[in-house]
């Protein structure tokens, strides 16, 4: 099923937030969490422009790490206190449309 691309984006969003919250990760390791979700219509390189504007905006910030596999280095994110408050908002919102969406179609009868 596709989904629209704003709407993606917006949910992209907390969802990476919401990962990240768990404990530091890496960019990779976000989109197999995802994935591992069910997380609809993730390509690989679909969440790095995501981190990016998360880290610009001040939400998450990173760190440099060698890998344990012995590979090049990864960046690690980890929630800032605005990282925090944004997702605390975005859930808050979510719960909000979520409620809002599922007592609408509760009552919406589909026709053919």
Not at 9 to 16: R, S, T
Not at 24 to 45: R, V
Not at 62 to 76: E, F, L, Q, V
């Amino acid at each position: 099923m596709s989904i629209s691309n704003q709407m993606m984006k917006g949910l992209l969003d907390g969802a990476i937030l919401g990962l990240i919250s768990q404990g530091e990760t890496y960019g990779y390791e976000i989109l197999d969490k995802l994935k591992s979700q069910q997380f609809p219509e993730i390509s690989d390189g679909s969440i790095y422009p995501v981190l990016l504007r998360l880290n610009k905006n001040g939400y998450v910030t990173t760190i440099t790490k060698k890998s344990d596999t012995g590979g090049p280095k990864r960046k690690y994110y980890l929630l800032t206190e605005d990282g925090k408050k944004e997702l605390a908002n975005f859930k808050s919102k979510w719960n909000y449309l979520n409620n809002g969406m599922n007592n609408l179609m509760r009552s919406v009868d589909v026709v053919d």
